[in-house]
């Protein structure tokens, strides 16, 4: 009697689970595009959406009410010249990292944070590598502007930006001050506006639309 009930559980669960899988309808990222694929470092890394319809938001990101000062909402316009991108513009910009060397996707939040989940090909500079008030010298600055921004700079300190990356900059969302921090301490230092990009959606706009995620190495 207790097999027969156990392999009538088991028939009830597996004609629920065909029957969701007969309903459930394909989420892709566009009508047209179901996932985008690109390489990096010879490192082959695919994006798409989570195909479960009732989906809920990992509850990393689900709080609202962060309190405000410090987590304000910012801007559409975070500064003059730096174009402000949705999550389309940035996958496009991923697409092209394993071909164009002269382009950064960056992670701009702190490694307890990238530890959680990142986009795949971004790399982590948390905002605080680039802050002196949270301790960076002048030198771990530099080391980083020109290590791997490629920017120059001359023996009688002027910067020179012209073959500086473009940079494509993300934190945790709307209300994260992690990315524009870094955009700000670049612009001040003289990098150009139109070599920087900020998605503002960040990481909680990825989550609530179901976009996946990978692990930092």
């Known amino acids: 009697m207790k097999t027969i009930k156990i392999l009538a559980t088991a028939l009830v669960a ?18 047209d595009v179901a996932s985008v694929e690109f390489t990096v470092d010879g490192k082959k890394f695919t994006i798409n959406r989570n ?23 910012r801007p559409i316009v975070l500064a003059p010249g730096v174009e ?9 910009y991923l ?3 394993g071909t164009d060397k002269n382009l950064m996707v960056i992670d701009s939040r702190t490694p307890d944070w990238v530890a959680r989940g990142t986009i795949a090909g ?3 500079i948390p905002w605080t590598g680039l802050d002196a008030k949270k301790g960076a010298t002048e030198l771990d600055i530099e080391l980083i502007v020109i290590d791997e921004f490629g920017a120059e700079k001359s023996d009688d ?3 020179d930006f ?14 994260c001050g992690q990315s524009p921090r870094n955009i700000n301490t670049l612009l001040s230092m ?16 990825w989550h609530v639309l179901g976009l996946s995620t990978v692990m930092p190495n």
């Open 95 to 97: 697409k092209k990292l």
């Open 162 to 175: 012209s073959n500086a990356k473009t940079l494509v900059l993300f934190c945790n969302g709307m209300w």
């Open 84 to 92: 402000t991108i949705g999550e389309l513009e940035l996958l496009e």
């Open 51 to 73: 195909q479960d319809n009732a989906n809920l938001i990992d509850s990393n990101y689900a709080k609202t009410s962060r309190p405000c000062p410090p987590f304000c909402i």
């Open 157 to 159: 300190g002027k910067w």
């Open 14 to 31: 597996f004609a629920c689970f065909v029957s969701f899988s007969a309903t459930a309808k394909p989420v892709n990222i566009t009508p």
């Open 122 to 124: 971004a790399v982590n």
């Open 190 to 205: 003289g990098y150009p506006a139109e070599k920087l990009k900020w998605y503002r959606g960040g990481m909680q706009t």
